[in-house]
């Protein structure tokens, strides 16, 4: 059994700034891509970051310069620094991982359980 757990979150103001996190555990062998996701109310779910175990980012252009994903092999965990926030950065924030999972022959792709981050002023 694979679980993520997300933490991090909240309310934001403009211009402020926010953190997340995604912890993985379980009996697994490694974990390959990571990537944040969010649904903004009434809209359908979206990329906003991804990394590859070797560390390469890539990031939707809403975010791009405000927003930085970073992970840690060691502890299984992936982090995303939110800065200069706006209010269309409101949404249920998920993070999800491609993870080998200890026995199996293919990756599985997995999700955290979602993060509400509110931007408001």
């Known amino acids: 059994q694979v679980q993520l757990v997300e933490s991090g979150g909240g309310m934001g103001q403009p211009g402020g700034s926010l953190r997340l996190s995604c912890t993985a555990s379980g009996n697994f062998i490694f974990i390959n891509d990571m990537g944040w996701y969010r649904q903004p109310p009434g809209k359908e779910r979206e990329l906003v970051a991804s990394?590859?175990?070797?560390?390469?980012?890539s990031y939707a252009d809403s975010v791009k310069g405000r927003f930085t994903i970073s992970r840690d092999n060691g502890k299984n965990t992936m982090n995303l620094q939110m800065s200069s926030l706006r209010h269309d950065d409101t949404a249920v924030y998920y993070c999800?991982?491609?993870?080998?999972?200890?026995?199996?022959?293919?990756?599985?792709?997995?999700w955290g359980q979602g993060t509400q981050v509110t931007v408001s002023s």
């Open positions: 990394i590859t175990r070797d560390g390469s980012a």
């Open positions: 999800s991982m491609q993870i080998l999972v200890r026995y199996a022959t293919s990756l599985s792709h997995y």
